[in-house]
């Protein structure tokens, strides 16, 4: 079965300062991957999605990852972080179903 | 557009009473449906998934059922709810693997 791995259920980064947030996958497979953002009592919604095309995937709000199969990882970045960029963030992977990690929540320090 | 709507926000009830949470999509026929639980510290976890009218594939055997009456209508039920049925539920939907999942605004249950 598929599994997820979400390294740092929290991790903290300053106003403008880079974000990496790390996620590796089971599956020997290259599965569909997702980066989702979760804000406070709310929803999940899809930050950007990888799914066999470029390696590269720009998704919104300035967010990036990278798939590298070598690794079987699929972090997210972004270059400059923003007080509202606080949040949840979960990795999905899977095809006909969706596994995901335990999540990494955000904090930006002014 | 698409839309997926999922209610009630929020549920207070008491420990041996039933559940019924709702959860219907609009503007697409024939979705994938899913239903996850979310506990603090635990993730996303997936709890029943359907791809058709009457197809509900469990994941974790548990006091919960599902039950997929319309094309879509995704329910999820207990007859006799138990502490440790607590947690955010959120319901999602998807038209075909790539397009990844489209979740609802969820339901905050807590048994008491």
């Known amino acids: 079965a598929q599994s997820v791995t979400q390294l740092g259920s929290h991790v903290s980064v300053s106003e403008g300062a880079l974000v990496l947030l790390r996620c590796n996958y089971s599956?020997?497979?290259?599965?569909?991957l997702f980066w989702y953002v979760q804000y406070p009592n709310q929803g999940l919604q899809l930050l950007l999605k990888?799914?066999?095309?470029?390696?590269l995937v720009k998704g919104i709000n300035g967010f990036e990852a990278e798939f590298k199969k070598s690794e079987t990882s699929f972090h997210l970045t972004k270059p400059s972080a923003h007080m509202s960029d606080a949040a949840e963030y979960f990795c999905?992977?899977?095809?006909?179903?969706?596994?995901f990690g335990t999540g990494t929540r955000l904090t930006i320090i002014p | 557009s698409q839309t997926i709507h999922q209610w009630p926000a929020t549920l207070v009830q008491p420990v041996g009473s039933p559940l019924s949470l709702e959860c219907t999509v609009e503007?697409?026929?024939?979705?994938?449906l899913y239903w996850y639980r979310q506990a603090a510290g635990r993730g996303l976890q997936l709890l029943f998934y359907?791809?058709?009218?009457?197809?509900i594939s469990s994941e974790v055997p548990q006091n919960l059922s599902a039950s997929r009456p319309q094309d879509r209508q995704f329910i999820l039920s207990s007859k006799k709810l138990l502490l440790s049925d607590s947690g955010f539920y959120l319901c999602?939907?998807?038209?075909?693997?790539?397009?990844?999942?489209?979740f609802g605004s969820g339901t905050r249950l807590t048994v008491v």
């Open positions: 599956s020997s497979v290259p599965p569909y």
């Open positions: 990888y799914t066999s095309a470029a390696t």
């Open positions: 503007g697409t026929s024939n979705p994938n």
């Open positions: 359907s791809v058709g009218i009457g197809q």
């Open positions: 999905g992977a899977g095809n006909e179903k969706l596994t």
């Open positions: 999602a939907w998807s038209a075909d693997r790539e397009r990844g999942y489209t």
